[in-house]
């Protein structure tokens, strides 16, 4: 495939709702969104990197001196194998995998299209919807946190993800587990806590939940297996799976049990699909994360969370849950638990292209 043409730009977008997690809080996105043109067609991706380096060192103002500076000059103008091979130009630089991810997952919907068949399908999707859930910031009251999973219950969502913290923990989740007793739930720390705190997590074993995502430090692989030592619910992984190799580290360490595989986060679909692969060959489950994304990201989380080692419901909610309005159409919905996967060809849902002129604010164009 050879990538003629690319086109990088902000988009503001305002979350209906203020979302604070245990490092920070988010209000008002920059969205990032790439354009790869080739072949007379056009694919489109998205950057997940945030406003502030709270989840990971990057963001989006990072990932736009990467993406302009270093990896899009290098790739618009050449040919490569596939979207695996995109990004082999760039293999010199260091980390920043947000801002590789989004060329990658583009490149990976030009070829769908150049293939005439829908991304879920060139990723070897196998289902037609997947279950999902919906995350939950941390809230003033515990009425608060009450009232909005009712409200996301109603909707139809298959499991409610809290955010915790120090002080906003074990009380709280028990009292929710009081007035839900059925609930399918569990907890995200984002590093929240340290090994010291060992005792206190475990006392969440005792509110029957899904599992523990990421309580300890982003980068500390060694303490996340002594906690899950030490506790019943399985410990997820999120901030500290970046690549493969966290991964094999994880597992043999036996830092988690489960795996939180945001493609954004890890460099893209393909390293995505090995650590689907690996997860599934050692019969332990994977979800498809979010970032808050517009549309497009959400498409491509879709897309990837058909393939069928994702059996656990995903952050991959409707986007009134995020939008007053989103960026694509059809806007996702969600029914019974499950959200279908697209069908037309490449992400199958249609960038409002007017909007998105109307409302960038800055623009890169290459090639
Ligand atoms: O830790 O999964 C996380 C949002 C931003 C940064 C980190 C996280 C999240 C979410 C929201 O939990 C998931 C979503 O609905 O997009
Ligand atoms: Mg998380």
Known sequence: MRIERAELREVPLRL??????????MQDRHILLLTLHGEGLEGWGECVASEEPTYSYETTETAWHILTEFILPNVVGRSADGP???LTPVRWIRGHRMAKAAVEMTAWDLAARMDGVSLA??????????PVGVSIGLQKTDEALHEKIAGYLADGYARIKVKI???RDVEMLAGVRRRFPELRMMADANSAYTLADADRLAELDALDLMMIEQPLGHDDFLDHARLQQRMRTPVCLDESIEHEGDLALALELGSCRIVNIKPGR??????SRSIHDAMRAGGLPVWCGGMLESGVGRAHNVALASLPGFTLPGDISASRRYWERDLVEPEFEVSDGQMVVPRGVGIGVEPDRERIDALTVRRAVFG
Do not use: C, M, N, W
């Open 165 to 167: 913290k120090p002080g």
């Open 84 to 86: 695996e091979d995109v």
């Open 266 to 271: 890890v460099g893209g679909h393909g390293p």
């Open 16 to 25: 209906r709702e203020y979302f604070e997690i245990s490092s920070g809080g």
């Open 121 to 130: 399908q060139k990723l070897g999707g196998t289902r037609p919807a997947v």
